[in-house]
């Protein structure tokens, strides 16, 4: 049996402002990418790829097009409807962490479990917390924890409610070259664990040599995509547009 | 997936929630400020009139208290109220207390053994005592030090020696005698007449009080009384309305100030607004950060609505807390002018109230920004060019409306005072318009004034009007509470120069009561030798009531009206009656003539204009008048106006003389010193000569209207005084709302150069130029307001001292500037590396 595609959009396109100050960012963008697939989307900046992160998060909605996102048709849903259905569905990691600064470690990651309604939030906000290896940080503040340990909290946030989809942009941006190889490894590594898809934008082409796809963007438009990558760090090495939902939560 | 459920929205925003409250203070502060003023007059209001109501029967000195002047109760009246229990007679008239070196008028109280019927009289040294045995007396204090005796010394009251048995701390019954023209003196029942004080004509007013044996209806006794005797004129008080002028004061003073701290609260209101907005602002990559976990917007709104209901929860109870303490207090400095409950007073109606506005305020002003936060868009988090945020108010309305629904029916309803209640609302409603359009007028200014050449000026102009400014508000709030001290500096010195001004011109120094009319001659001799030069004017006096009125043959009479027409309080009980050859001074001829000199036919009456209009009396209509039982009847011949300001004795009946030639009766005068002049040993003189006349200083009158009236000041001023703190509490939110910005600005400054003292002045630049336009303002709007109640309301001439008033705004402003500045200092000591680091 073949599973559906985790994403799978048509002529997306953005367009921000209006009349003559109007800039258009995405230009008819066709992707599709299957589940528990690794895939890098590459580009200078300015080439569109947060936008298209923000699309295809539902973050933001595009001017034009069809999205369909772990089954839900993000063209039709409104704002409050694009939340609910990111709610366990989507885990997004993000450059600058962004931990809500009055909550602990334990706070932060319980959050999006008890926004999606989970009984048992606490106690899976600290086995989370454990796998990520900061079991004994969980009532710290984002303040007192260093800029590796902070986006290992953001990834436990993230993957904890087991999203079949996890989004990072530039998950290592903000961190050195050791600390931040040690989070892409994390990163992989709970991306193997629970098999869901991984979509990585980044700068970085030794990032995204790590997977077994890489869609290269360039002014708004897919400049390249090539697939069939070595993906030394995924769990599935099945055809770029179709693949099991393995570990899928 | 549903909505976040409530339980679920608490955890994460109480998470979220810093224990002190960090970010959301001047929420706090000012919801304290504005319910802690709410509560504070409201609990205090309700303790007087606890105090009122349950000690009815003290204060009146028993359940029926029946009045009437110039003769005691008769048999037959004195028989129906002795069916339903005890009696005590008293009876009160002015008199003068003298002794060989000093004479002072004095109240005089006579009370018979029965006396109090409730309550007890407690003497200085802590003795509780009833009536003073016979040759006795309890003297006030005041009166004790103008004469200089003391407990054991012996004074004279007419013609009778008394010893002085002790000095009053507590007069059960004061507060239902109410205004005093002297010190008072309680003499045994029988003193006056033994002193040769009662006399046919003499003025003094008897008072009856009833306590019941059992306990009989309260209204169907009156009704009763009433009944039996229409035509008494009898003035009946019971229990439940012991000192209704007390009580209207009350009611009135508290309803008032309940709308200055409304006022105060509405102030907050601004606060509360910027301290919101500026809270979840500073939470806006948090709310991202939500959204981006799958919060929806409804979340967003749940969770931080909880946050400022729970900051607004704790202000309000703070704010509570202190109502309720500082009573006591308030309670203390009333002193003696009105009765209150003692200690802790917890009054849930009043308490609940001013919860109420301040959580209904909260609504009204944290509404727009909570609905506008829920706007605020994920992607502030991954890019900084995100669309404008919508102005979003019209989701605002339903919460915004209903709260304003709210406001006014707690204002409105159980309000004494509806409609005024209503209209005050809707002027400061319009007020706070008028300020916010033109403080949105000056920012609008700001940005088009041209540009100053020397940048720090430059700067602080831009301040006044960069996005985010919250000149509007300022202006607002602060115009507001500084507009009130002006207005307050204008009425009070209006008042004080138009009393200064018309007393010395106008107003006698002594009026002097039951002159007999054989010896008036005598009387300006006396007064003439101690007082050479002074103008006396005298006038004979009676009592009587208006039984009826109208045309011949069809007279309505006073007793069968179920209600008086309105303005016809001279047909309520007995007035003042006189009659005079010539047109009274200061009077003047409206309709009709006045009769010759020496008139002799049917007897004839001239009416005040203002009681002919309301009962509608007309020249050639009939007046008959009850005086000393024996009915009298006279024909209207002329309509007259009155300057009631002219202070001398103004009577809304004047009649023929021929009308009361036969009846018993004294003169009263009034004896006005010449500029500059004095009458030392006058007094002594007529205690003497006069023992049976009575004296009424005019000074000390004036002083203690003067003293009642700086006591209401000084109420309206603390209630203002909250008003101004919680304009200062939203400049201070401002400031701190836009010190990131100013941080900014300050550190790009001093990189390109500015010395520290160059960047003070750019803060005070700015806080000048709010300050000029905050003064402009204040002196607009609360002149306006002031001219307005003194022309209007109180109908005197518009008189402020503007040195005091300008004085008095300046004082403000100057605090103003100091807590600005004060606020400011934190980003003049930013250091510019460390900041560029953060900022």
């Known amino acids: 049996m073949t599973s559906p595609p985790a994403i799978e959009a048509r002529d997306l396109r953005l367009t921000l402002g209006e009349g003559s100050a109007a800039v258009s960012i995405l230009k008819g963008i066709d992707l599709a990418v299957a589940a528990g697939e690794t895939l890098a989307l590459l580009g200078p900046s300015g080439s569109g790829k947060s936008s298209l992160m923000a699309v295809l998060t539902g973050l933001e909605r595009a001017s034009s097009g069809s999205l369909h996102v772990a089954g839900a048709d993000f063209a039709a849903l409104n704002e409050d409807a694009l939340a609910r259905a990111r709610r366990g569905r989507i885990g997004i990691v993000l450059q600058a962490f962004h931990l809500l600064p009055t909550m602990s470690a334990q706070e932060n990651v319980a959050t999006p479990l008890e926004l999606a309604g989970e009984p048992d939030a606490w106690d899976r906000a600290a086995a989370e917390l454990e796998a990520v290896g900061l079991g004994h940080r969980l009532s710290h503040y984002p303040a007192q924890l260093s800029g590796g340990e902070q986006q290992r909290v953001a990834i436990a946030r993230a993957l904890a409610p087991r999203p079949p989809l996890v989004f990072a942009d530039e998950p290592t941006g903000n961190l050195d070259a050791a600390t931040g190889a040690g989070i892409v490894d994390l990163l992989f590594a709970r991306r193997a664990e629970t098999g869901a898809t991984l979509v990585i934008i980044t700068h970085d082409e030794g990032l995204a040599a790590r997977c077994n796809r890489v869609v290269t963007l360039a002014d708004g438009r897919i400049a390249s995509d090539i697939t069939g990558n070595s993906g030394r760090d995924t769990a599935s090495t099945s055809s770029p547009v179709s693949g099991p939902l393995s570990g899928a939560a | ?839």
Request: charged residues 15%; glycine residues 10%; aromatic residues 6%.
């Open chain 2, 1 to 839: 997936m549903n909505s976040l459920s409530w339980s679920a929205a608490w955890r994460i925003a109480r998470r979220d929630l810093n224990r002190r409250f960090r970010g959301l203070r001047l929420l706090l502060v000012c919801l304290f400020l504005g319910v802690g003023a709410l509560a504070a007059i409201g609990t205090l209001a309700a303790a007087i009139r606890g105090e009122l109501s349950s000690q009815g029967q003290v204060l009146l000195g028993g359940d029926v208290e029946v009045e009437v002047w110039q003769r005691p109760l008769t048999q037959e009246e004195t028989a129906l109220l002795e069916r339903y229990g005890t009696l005590s007679q008293g009876l009160r008239m002015q008199a003068m207390a003298s002794t060989d070196d000093a004479a002072t008028p004095v109240e005089l109280k006579a009370v018979d053994a029965n006396w109090p019927l409730y309550g007890t009289l407690v003497l200085q040294g802590g003795h509780r005592m009833g009536a003073p045995p016979p040759g006795h007396a309890w003297l006030a204090q005041g009166a004790a030090e103008r004469l200089g005796v003391s407990p054991g010394d012996t004074f004279r009251i007419g013609t009778a020696i008394l010893r002085v048995g002790g000095i009053i701390a507590e007069e059960p019954d004061r507060l239902s005698e109410g205004f005093q023209l002297g010190q008072t003196v309680i003499v045994p029942y029988d003193l006056p007449r033994q002193a040769g004080l009662i006399a046919p004509g003499s003025m003094y007013e008897t008072k009856t009080r009833l306590r019941f044996a059992g306990s009989p209806d309260l209204e169907q006794v009156v009704e009763m009384i009433e009944q039996r005797f229409p035509d008494a004129g009898l003035d009946i008080s019971t229990r439940e309305r012991a000192s209704p002028g007390a009580e209207r004061f009350v009611g009135r003073m508290g309803e008032f100030l309940t709308l200055v701290g409304l006022a105060a609260l509405v102030i907050a209101g601004i606060g509360i607004g910027g301290g919101v907005a500026s809270y979840l602002e500073a939470r806006r990559a948090g709310i991202a950060t939500l959204k981006i976990l799958g919060a929806s917007s409804g979340d967003i709104v749940r969770i931080y609505a909880l946050q400022v209901g729970a900051a607004a929860l704790a202000g309000s109870l703070a704010g509570l807390l202190a109502g309720v303490l500082v009573t006591p207090l308030l309670a203390q400095a009333l002193g003696e002018l009105l009765p209150v409950q003692t200690g802790f007073v917890i009054n849930l109606p009043a308490l609940l109230r001013a919860a109420l506005f301040g959580l209904l305020v909260a609504l009204v002003f944290a509404a727009p920004p909570l609905l506008r936060a829920r706007d605020y868009p994920a992607m502030a988090l991954m890019r900084a060019r995100v669309a404008p945020l919508a102005q979003g108010w019209r989701g605002a309305l339903l919460p915004v409306g209903l709260g304003l629904a709210g406001i006014a029916a707690v204002a409105v309803l159980g309000s004494p005072q509806p409609w005024l209640n209503a209209l005050f609302l809707a002027g400061a409603a319009a007020l706070l318009a008028l300020l916010a359009g033109l403080g949105a007028l000056i920012r609008r200014l700001a940005a088009r004034a041209p540009r100053p050449a020397n940048p720090i000026l430059r700067a602080a102009l831009a301040n006044l009007h960069r996005p985010g400014a919250a000149t509007s508000s300022l202006v607002t709030a602060l115009g507001f509470g500084l507009s009130a001290f002006v207005l307050l500096a204008a009425v009070e010195t209006s008042l004080d120069a138009n009393i200064q001004r018309s007393v010395p011109e106008r107003a006698p120094d002594y009026f002097v009561l039951d002159i007999p009319r054989d010896r008036l001659g005598e009387f300006e001799a006396a007064v003439e030798q101690r007082a050479p030069g002074a103008g006396i004017e005298a006038v004979p006096t009676l009592r009587g009531a208006i039984l009826a009125y109208g045309p011949a043959g069809e007279q309505i009479v006073v007793s069968q009206l179920e209600e008086l027409p309105e303005g016809a309080w001279a047909l309520r009980g007995e007035r003042g009656l006189t009659y005079a050859a010539r047109l009274p001074q200061g009077n003047s001829l409206v309709r009709g003539e006045w009769w010759p000199a020496d008139y002799s036919g049917s007897p004839l009456v001239s009416v005040d204009e203002e009681l002919a209009e309301a009962i509608g009396l007309e020249i050639g209509d009939i007046l008959t008048v009850g005086l000393l039982g024996v009915e009298r009847t006279a024909r209207v011949a002329s309509i007259r106006r009155i300057d009631w300001e002219s202070m001398g004795f103004n009577y809304v009946l004047v009649f023929s003389p021929n009308t009361f030639a036969d009846a018993p009766h004294n003169l009263a005068a009034t004896v006005a010193l010449p500029p500059g002049g004095t009458a030392s040993g006058l007094l002594g003189d007529l205690a003497r000569a006069f023992p049976s006349s009575s004296v009424i200083e005019v000074g000390p009158l004036l002083v203690q209207a003067r003293a009642i009236l700086e006591q209401v000041a000084l109420a309206i001023l603390a209630a203002a005084g909250v008003a101004v703190l919680a304009g200062i509490a939203v400049l201070l939110g401002a400031i701190a709302a836009a010190r990131a910005q100013r941080t900014y600005d300050s550190v790009i400054l001093r990189v390109l150069g500015a010395s520290s003292g160059q960047l003070l002045l750019l803060q005070l630049a700015e806080f000048v130029m709010l300050a000029a336009v905050l003064a402009v303002v204040a002196l607009g709007l609360g002149s306006v307001l002031a001219w307005l109640i003194v022309t209007q309301l109180f109908e005197f001439d518009w008189l402020p001292r503007w040195p005091r008033v300008l004085a008095v705004l300046g004082g403000g402003i100057a605090l103003v500037l100091v807590f600005a500045l004060g606020a400011s200092l934190p980003v003049l000591r930013a250091r510019p590396a460390q900041s560029l680091r953060t900022l």
